[in-house]
């Protein structure tokens, strides 16, 4: 059968039929509105946060040496750890965020890995001569390289300050050192303040490329300095106190004495610490508990038999078997008991965050924030374990936490003080024991069972 033929006059040129003009603008504005919603749809899915979608939580590398200990600061991890082979203790250097080594570096006898900055890598020599005394030496790597830039003999790491390194200068090595028996007590009684035998002191403060003195500090027979390391490693605060109540103050970055003060005090000291704003802590020798005083006054404000120390912004605790007592700053009164918690975590502006231990004593589960003023519990986080050694940020209000998974695995988190809350943040098959993490460069590494992990914070 012939197909059907449609003949088109082609004579004439054949044009559209023309649109009515509000219909093609309300259509064409439906494509344009519809493609634009496309496009800002995938651009907010885009910016959604990670924690949208399931994060990995395997660690991005794992050490497969026996780590001993390690460090972290300047986009590095420090480990010092064992030789697969045996012999002499390594100590390397890995990039924290890929984990390739950077430079390695076999250790001596009495040698020991003590601090890490962002410049440089520092260690102990721990020697003694055929006298007794002591003969060590401060070393100092540079943190990228591993080359040695400096020593200094007869000297002991005590921290940094304003970008240099405070090591104590042990310049008269015959000077006897240890308990002053004069005061009596048991130096194994930890009630009884005891007093060294009097002796100099010496604080330097060297240039970390160079090892170049820029000041020193020196306490005389019978005054007794005090630093101030709770913000370790740096040190915050350096003074010293003498047996006639005179206590000067100095800036740690410069070695330049800020304040002197005339305390209403008499007598060997056996230690002194900053306390509350304004306050110094003064424990006398062979004594027992602490007196407070008014810096700016010189007076003795009140005496605490158990030996308070400062524990958040405005306050002292004081631990005792049952518990701890906060106390007001000005009388020492007893502002209120936390019963069953003997350890203190941190605080945060007008919170006091302390932890307890599980009953074999072996596990610190139980963290709980208390209103500094009125003893009134904030939150309460449960069987997440702290890590109470170096398990928090130098020098950052937060905490890292683990719980344990099946026999030997755990999951890895941050606690966050204000809250309480726990972010999750890795997974390891064997973590155990007592783990210490540290973090650098947006990695967060832990030590367990002799093995490091890393994994990215988030």
Same mark, same amino acid.
């Given at each position: 059968?012939?197909e059907s033929?449609?003949?088109?006059?082609?004579?004439?040129? !054949?044009e559209?039929?023309?649109?009515?003009?509000?219909? &093609?603008?309300?259509?064409?504005?439906?494509?344009?509105?519809?493609g634009?919603?496309?496009?800002?749809?995938?651009?907010?899915?885009?910016?959604?946060?990670?924690s949208a979608?399931?994060?990995?939580?395997?660690? /991005?590398?794992?050490?497969?040496?026996?780590?001993?200990?390690?460090?972290?600061a300047?986009?590095?991890?420090?480990?010092?750890?064992?030789?697969?082979?045996?012999g002499?203790?390594?100590?390397?250097?890995?990039?924290?965020?890929?984990?390739?080594?950077? &430079?390695?570096?076999? *250790?001596?006898?009495d040698?020991?890995? +003590?601090?890490?900055?962002?410049?440089?890598?520092l260690? $102990?020599?721990?020697q003694v001569?055929?006298?007794g005394?002591?003969?060590?030496?401060?070393?100092?790597?540079?943190?990228?390289?591993? @080359?040695? /830039?400096?020593e200094?003999?007869?000297?002991?790491?005590?921290?940094?300050? #304003?970008?240099? +390194?405070?090591?104590?200068?042990?310049? &008269?090595?015959?000077?006897?050192?240890?308990?002053?028996p004069?005061?009596?007590?048991?130096?194994?009684?930890?009630?009884?303040? $005891?007093?060294?035998?009097?002796?100099h002191?010496?604080?330097?403060?060297?240039?970390?490329e160079?090892?170049a003195?820029?000041?020193?500090?020196?306490?005389?027979?019978?005054?007794?300095?005090?630093?101030?390391?709770?913000?370790?490693?740096?040190?915050?605060?350096?003074?010293?106190?003498?047996?006639?109540?005179? /206590?000067?103050v100095?800036?740690?970055?410069?070695?330049?004495?800020?304040?002197?003060?005339?305390?209403d005090?008499?007598?060997?000291v056996?230690?002194h $610490?900053?306390g509350?704003?304004?306050?110094?802590?003064?424990?006398?020798?062979?004594?027992?508990?602490?007196?407070?005083?008014?810096?700016?006054?010189?007076? /003795?404000? !009140?005496?605490?038999?158990?030996?308070?120390?400062?524990?958040f912004?405005?306050?002292?605790c004081?631990?005792?078997?049952?518990?701890?007592?906060?106390?007001?700053?000005?009388?020492?009164a007893?502002?209120?008991?936390?019963?069953?918690?003997?350890?203190?975590l941190?605080?945060v502006? #007008?919170?006091?965050?302390?932890?307890?231990? *599980?009953?074999?004593?072996?596990?610190?589960?139980? @963290?709980?924030a208390?209103?500094?003023?009125?003893?009134?519990v904030?939150?309460? $986080?449960?069987?997440?374990?702290?890590?109470?050694?170096?398990?928090?940020?130098?020098?950052?209000?937060?905490?890292?936490?683990w719980r344990?998974?099946?026999?030997?695995?755990a999951?890895?988190?941050?606690?966050?003080?204000?809250?309480? *809350?726990?972010?999750?943040?890795?997974?390891?098959?064997?973590?155990?024991?007592?783990?210490?993490?540290?973090?650098t460069?947006g990695?967060?590494?832990?030590?367990?069972? #002799?093995?490091?992990?890393?994994?990215?914070?988030?």
């Open positions: 059968m012939p033929i449609i003949e088109l006059d082609i004579s004439t040129a !054949w559209p039929e023309p649109r009515p003009a509000g219909r &093609w603008r309300r259509r064409r504005w439906r494509r344009l509105r519809w634009w919603g496309a496009l800002v749809l995938a651009v907010v899915v885009s910016l959604l946060p990670a979608a399931p994060r990995d939580l395997a660690a /991005l590398y794992s050490t497969k040496f026996q780590v001993m200990s390690f460090a972290a300047g986009g590095r991890f420090v480990v010092a750890r064992y030789p697969a082979a045996g002499q203790p390594v100590l390397e250097a890995l990039d924290a965020r890929l984990g390739t080594v950077l &430079w390695r570096r076999t *250790t001596e006898a040698e020991f890995f +003590v601090e890490l900055t962002e410049r440089i890598a260690l $102990q020599f721990s001569d055929e006298n005394a002591y003969a060590g030496r401060l070393v100092a790597l540079d943190a990228a390289t591993g @080359v040695p /830039l400096w200094r003999p007869r000297a002991r790491i005590a921290g940094v300050a #304003g970008g240099r +390194v405070l090591a104590a200068d042990l310049a &008269w090595p015959d000077e006897s050192q240890g308990f002053d004069a005061y009596g007590g048991d130096p194994e009684e930890p009630s009884v303040a $005891q007093a060294e035998l009097p002796h002191e010496r604080y330097v403060a060297l240039e970390p160079t090892g003195e820029v000041w020193r500090a020196e306490s005389p027979p019978g005054t007794v300095p005090s630093l101030d390391t709770s913000g370790h490693p740096r040190v915050l605060r350096l003074s010293d106190l003498d047996a006639a109540g005179v /206590l000067r100095r800036d740690p970055a410069t070695g330049v004495v800020t304040s002197t003060y005339r305390l005090w008499s007598g060997p056996a230690g $610490q900053a509350a704003p304004g306050h110094e802590v003064v424990r006398r020798a062979g004594g027992t508990g602490a007196d407070v005083y008014d810096r700016a006054s010189g007076r /003795l404000l !009140w005496h605490g038999p158990d030996g308070p120390y400062p524990c912004g405005n306050g002292y004081v631990a005792g078997e049952d518990g701890i007592d906060v106390l007001d700053a000005a009388t020492g007893r502002l209120w008991h936390a019963e069953g918690y003997s350890s203190i941190g605080g502006p #007008g919170r006091l965050l302390l932890y307890r231990h *599980t009953a074999d004593e072996s596990r610190p589960d139980d @963290v709980v208390f209103d500094a003023r009125t003893g009134a904030v939150w309460r $986080q449960r069987g997440w374990i702290v890590m109470t050694d170096y398990g928090r940020m130098n020098g950052a209000p937060e905490h890292f936490v344990p998974v099946g026999n030997t695995g999951l890895i988190g941050r606690l966050d003080p204000r809250d309480g *809350t726990v972010e999750v943040i890795g997974r390891a098959r064997d973590f155990y024991g007592t783990p210490t993490c540290a973090a460069a990695r967060l590494a832990c030590l367990a069972v #002799g093995h490091l992990h890393v994994w990215a914070l988030p």
